[in-house]
Each structure stands twice: as structure tokens, then as C-alpha cells.
């Protein structure tokens, strides 16, 4: 397994390329399932995720041509496969995706049930209960879900608690159900309006996405469409802290904060300067880091993705800094690895108590899930000395060009190929 090795201690200096959103890729790829002519994708991120999307589409029996750099025609007038197998899901929880709009354009669909992950036990009971009141007939067996429905029918769903993917999942189903869906308590997440936006140019009747009650009168047939996804705002967060903790300058060329407005807010009481440009936004570390509390919230509050982020930064504050994490139940393996590299963190059940430290120093240390991996990153690029991170296959599926986005801002970064 390849590794990354950083010699920390260098502000981050330029302009950096935000790319499109892996959340938000997913998925839109998934709802090219949904109508049979080819639709046009570009701004995709090259990432293993995306990856294990293609081989899941293909596997279905969708034709895809791959265009220019971030291109993708997705066809998926042959599907001959109803199903996302073990394998596939097992490697990336998104490829449920595939439940919705398999059921709504075909009536059938079988999905391996995903299983718990680094983070949380993060089950799909919420997804498949409504598709139930949507007139699916589930079956859970020898590990998969089985679902049949001649044609869906709109109902009134109310999710017990807002999930993305859940909502997503409906929405795909809900638009060539019959009649009327309302999806009450639903996600408002950009990348849920990124989707409602996409199946829109379909052909879609949404309305209210981005509020938390979505409305979708179904349609018996969507067309293909081109579309452009949106920018990372979890991989500008992430710029944003790296400039921080690294009292850098970094500019995020063509982007506006938009959608990361309580990240901006929090690192502007810590002490971050923000200059918004037409050509970007520029953000400036801060001499001393003053710490602030945070707790994770579904949008518009602050995200969970951002959560082990924010403690690298924490972890070199000022003062104590208290984060508490509500929406996944285990999303805290970073903290022992930071504690390896200086940082002074105690947990007690969903809350994290960081106290700074005014210096980290590099260790080797283990990257266990995504997010987790980037405040490896980031604390490897403040701490003093050299910090070595395993496993950063976790890296690969969120973050394009990690090293290379780095080192053009002067990060003295490599990636340590794994001999085979
Ligand atoms: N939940 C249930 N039952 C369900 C669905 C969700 O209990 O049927 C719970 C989850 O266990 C969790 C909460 O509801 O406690 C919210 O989970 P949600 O369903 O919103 O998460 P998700 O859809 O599985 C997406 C992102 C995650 C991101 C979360 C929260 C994608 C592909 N994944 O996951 O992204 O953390 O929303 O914003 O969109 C990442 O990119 O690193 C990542 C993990």
C-alpha cells in the first residue's frame, strides 16, 4: 500500500483548482439509470470512487465513453443487471444508489446490504421503509436487499432523521413513480439540489429541494440530459484549513464559499482572514490560532466531513476547543493517530475535548477512513518533522491530486509507492 510522507512545517502559498463533487457525482452517475439515451457528465473527479461507480454502471450493463479530462457519456438504454453485488458495495457504501432508480425504471432491484464502515453502523433502514411505502415489496436475504414493485406510487414519507443518500435514493425513485411524493424531514444538502437540479434537465417535477420537505410529481418518462457537477465543498474546506494551520495564503480559484458558510463563520473565529475576489477566495492563516467549539449538524450547519479537519486545527489552538460529533457514532479515529503527532484531544462519548498545543511533531501514523485521513494531512503539514501516513488508499477515494494540489502550493509532500 502506497504511503504519503510530509515534511511539515511550510506555508502553503498559491492558487488551487477545486474539483467536482465526489457526493454529488455519485449520485448523478447512479441517475443515468433512469432514461435511456447518453448523458453527458463533466466536471467529474478522478477518483477511485468514481471508479467503482463506472464498474458498478457497467456491470448493470451501461455503455460509457470516457470524453476528456472529466467527461463521461453514460448510456443506459442495454441494462441487463439488476443488481449491485457484495463486492462492489462492500469497497464504497454509495453504490445503493443504484436502489432507486433501478426499482423506478425496471421495477426490480437487488443490493448488497452495505454493513457497518470505519465511522458508524450507518444502516439503509430509513431508504427502504419508505420505498416500502412507495408499494416495493423488500426482502432482505443471505445479505442482500431484494426489492420488486410494478410501478412505484407517490406517497407522503417523512424520514425519522435527514439522511443524504436516503433522500437521494427517493427522489430517483419518486420521479417516475406514479403521482405525488413528498419527502418530509429530507436532506438539504447541495449536493441533494446538485441531483434535483440534474434530473430537472431530465425532465423531472421537483420542487422544494435544498428545503426540508422535496415534492416530486412523477413523470412516465425522463430524457437524457448534459450536466456539470459542482465544485468539492468538502475539499475546499479542506484547502481552506490547510491554509490555516500552515499560516499560508491559499486562493480557491473560481469559487465563491458557496454552500460552506458555517465552516467560514468557524474559521473566521479562529482567526482566519477571508478575501472573496471574482477570480476566488483567498484565505489567510491566522499568527496564533484561537480555538472554537463546533458540533457537527446535518446543512446548513457544520458538516461532519469537516469535523476531523477542524480538530487538526484545534489541535494547535490557543485555548480548549470542545467538538462534539451528532451525526455518525464512531467518527473519531483520527484522535489517537493526532495524539501521536503532539495533539492533546480526550474523548468522552460524542464529544471531543482538544486542548492546544503550541507545536506538533511529525510520527508515522495510520489513515482509517477519508476525512480522517485529511487531518493526518493537515496536521502532517503544520507538525515539525517528517510525519509518514499508511494506508491512503482512504485519500484516494475522496481527494483528486492530493500531492500534486499540495506540492504546487510549496507542500513538501510525497507519495512513497508501495513495491510489489
Ligand atoms: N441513518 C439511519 N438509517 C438510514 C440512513 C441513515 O439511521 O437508513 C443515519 C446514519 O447512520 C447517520 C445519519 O442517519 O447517523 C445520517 O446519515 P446519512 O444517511 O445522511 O449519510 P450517508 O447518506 O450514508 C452521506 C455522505 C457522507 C456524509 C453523510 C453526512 C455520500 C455518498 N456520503 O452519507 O460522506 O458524511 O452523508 O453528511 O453522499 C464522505 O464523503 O467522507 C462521507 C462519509
Known amino acids: ?28 452517475m447512479s441517475a443515468a439509470l433512469l432514461t435511456d439515451g447518453w448523458v453527458n457528465l463533466s466536471n467529474l473527479p478522478a477518483l477511485r470512487d468514481i471508479q467503482t461507480e463506472k464498474r458498478l454502471l457497467s456491470f448493470l450493463g451501461a455503455s460509457l465513453d470516457e470524453g476528456s479530462e472529466g467527461c463521461l457519456r453514460i448510456n443506459a438504454s442495454r441494462i441487463d443487471q439488476f443488481e449491485a ?16 432508480p433501478l426499482l423506478a425504471r425496471f421495477g426490480r432491484a437487488r443490493v448488497s446490504l452495505p454493513g457497518g464502515c470505519a465511522i458508524g453502523a450507518r444502516p439503509i433502514n430509513l431508504h427502504l421503509k419508505a420505498l416500502e411505502m412507495m408499494g416495493a415489496r423488500i426482502n432482505l436475504r443471505s445479505g442482500y436487499v431484494d426489492a420488486k414493485a410494478r410501478r412505484l406510487r407517490g406517497t407522503e414519507i417523512g424520514f425519522d432523521t435527514p439522511t443524504v443518500t436516503g433522500t437521494e435514493n427517493l427522489l430517483m425513485a419518486a420521479v417516475l413513480a406514479q403521482g405525488k411524493t413528498s419527502l418530509g424531514n429530507a ?52 484547502y481552506l484549513v490547510a491554509s490555516g494551520i500552515t499560516r499560508g495564503e491559499i486562493t480557491l480559484a473560481e469559487y465563491d464559499g458557496s454552500h460552506l458558510e458555517t465552516v467560514i463563520m468557524k474559521l473566521k473565529e479562529a482567526g482566519l482572514e477571508f478575501d472573496q475576489k471574482k477570480s476566488g477566495l483567498t484565505v489567510r492563516g491566522p499568527r496564533k490560532i484561537k480555538s472554537v467549539s463546533v458540533t457537527t449538524r446535518p ?69 482509517t477512513d477519508l476525512r480522517a485521513s485529511a487531518s493526518l494531512v493537515l496536521a502532517g503539514l503544520a507538525a515539525e518533522g517528517m510525519t509518514e501516513i499508511s494506508r491512503v488508499y482512504h485519500l484516494d477515494r475522496g481527494y483528486e491530486s492530493l500531492e500534486k494540489k499540495l506540492s504546487a502550493l510549496g507542500a513538501n509532500i510525497e507519495r512513497i509507492k508501495e513495491v510489489k
Not at 500500500?1 to 448523478?28: C, E, H, T, W, Y
Open 187 to 238: 436532506a438539504k444538502e447541495p449536493e441533494v439540489v446538485d441531483l434535483a437540479n440534474c434530473l430537472e434537465r431530465m425532465g423531472a417535477k421537483i420542487s422544494g429541494a435544498g428545503t426540508d420537505t422535496i415534492t416530486v410529481q412523477g413523470v412516465t418518462h425522463l430524457q437524457p440530459t448534459d450536466y456539470r457537477i459542482m465544485p468539492d465543498r468538502i475539499e475546499a474546506g479542506t
Open 299 to 367: 446543512f446548513p450547519g457544520f458538516p461532519t466531513d469537516m469535523q476531523a479537519q477542524f480538530m487538526a486545527l484545534m489541535a494547535l489552538g490557543q485555548d480548549t476547543s470542545v467538538i462534539k460529533e451528532t451525526i455518525f457514532e464512531n467518527r473519531y479515529m483520527h484522535v489517537s493517530e493526532l495524539r501521536r503527532l503532539g495533539a492533546d484531544i480526550q474523548i468522552s462519548g460524542n464529544q471531543a475535548v482538544v486542548k492546544g498545543v503550541s507545536k506538533l511533531r511529525g510520527a508515522p501514523v495510520m489513515a
Open 85 to 100: 453485488p457484495y463486492d462492489l458495495v462492500k469497497t464504497m457504501r454509495a453504490s445503493v444508489l443504484v436502489l432507486g
Open 1 to 28: 500500500m502506497d504511503k504519503i510522507r510530509i515534511q511539515g512545517g511550510v506555508p502553503l502559498k498559491g492558487k488551487v483548482f477545486l474539483s467536482g463533487a465526489k457526493n454529488a457525482a455519485l449520485p448523478i
